[in-house]
């Protein structure tokens, strides 16, 4: 097919244009009736949203910085340690998920020197715990390496060059456009498209939607609302009342502000929860839930 011919020359060119192939992936995808392919194009060429699930090369390894003192020395770009921390925070901490569009992370790619991305204070109390002297965390930030995301356009190409590749193979130039989608699924395309982008076996929900949906049902400054959908994501009652307590105690805010200390020491402790078998969910779905809603209870960028 020609659009095959086109991306291929596009991502096995010298001057290879990724974005431009992804665009035209996106027309082949529509032909195809493949929604999975054409979802996945989407994603990369708008940016995944938060409750997406990542492809394993859009993540990246990061090491934890931060400006520490205590109370007479003040050490700026301190390397922190996260050893002592419980495997699922020091995962989340040194993991960077790049959700970014192509095209952002293009330009990230041809920029000079490390990009940096702030930590929430909400992870200090648990990482100055690994700190001597009496050194406590005034802020705190993570660091990965510029080749990170040229790595990210690179596994991009690859995977849909290979795709592409097996498509040219089985896809014969003359079919019928009336027949392309049945044909399609005749041939397992589907398939090709998992095993080629996400490896074989890998099941990936890149669709979007589902914290905006939640956020939507907890009503600002009405605690119920916000207990019952946190229930409804797996939070036991337990940890529900405790945030309560951190609630009453922190006070309320207004809608500028960022939540109380005691609000962002409780998300630290489920953050630090999540994956386990106390709280069956990923570290970043976590993330998103308490984020999503606690933000919505409190009124902040509502």
């Known amino acids: 097919m020609q659009v095959i011919d086109e991306i291929i020359d596009l991502l096995s060119g010298n001057t290879p244009s990724v974005s431009e192939a992804l665009y035209k992936s996106k027309v082949l995808a529509h032909r195809l009736g493949e929604n999975e392919l054409k979802a996945w194009v989407d994603a990369e060429l ?31 770009g301190q390397r922190l340690p996260t050893r002592h921390l419980e495997q699922g925070m020091r995962d989340f901490l040194e993991t960077s998920e790049v959700r970014d569009s192509i095209a952002v992370v293009e330009d990230y790619a041809h920029r ?21 002297g009496g050194f406590v965390v005034l802020r705190a930030w993570g660091k990965h390496g510029i080749g990170s995301y040229r790595q990210i356009i690179v596994e991009v ?8 590749l097996q498509l040219d193979d089985r896809l014969p130039d003359d079919v019928a456009s009336s027949n392309i989608k049945q ?7 589907a398939q ?37 959908v946190l229930k409804e994501n797996g939070v036991d009652d337990d ?32 953050i630090a929860k999540a994956g386990s078998a106390s709280w069956n969910i990923g570290m970043q779905a976590a993330g998103g839930v308490l984020a999503s809603a606690i933000s919505h209870y409190y009124g902040i960028n509502n």
């Not at 708008?46 to 003040?74: E, K, S």
């Not at 998992?194 to 009503?219: E, H, P, R, Y």
Request: avoid cysteine; aromatic fraction near 8%; charge should be neutral.
């Open 46 to 76: 708008q940016g995944y949203a938060g409750d997406a699930d990542l492809p394993v090369y859009r993540r990246m390894p990061m090491a934890v910085f931060g400006q520490v003192t205590n109370g007479f020395q003040v050490h700026n």
């Open 112 to 132: 000079d020197g490390e990009l940096s991305l702030a930590l929430k204070p909400e992870f200090y109390p648990a990482l100055q715990r690994g700190l001597a």
């Open 157 to 164: 190409r690859s995977r849909l060059l290979d795709l592409m």
């Open 183 to 189: 044909l399609s699924k005749q041939l397992g395309v």
């Open 192 to 228: 090709m498209f998992k095993g080629a982008v996400f490896g074989d076996n890998i099941n990936i929900n890149i669709g979007s939607g589902s914290q905006s949906q939640l956020a939507n049902t907890v009503t600002k400054n009405d605690f119920s609302s916000l207990a019952r």
């Open 239 to 270: 940890d529900i009342a405790e945030l309560k307590g951190a609630v009453g105690q922190d006070g309320p805010v207004d809608s500028e502000s960022q939540y109380g200390p005691k609000v962002r020491q409780w998300i630290g402790g489920m």
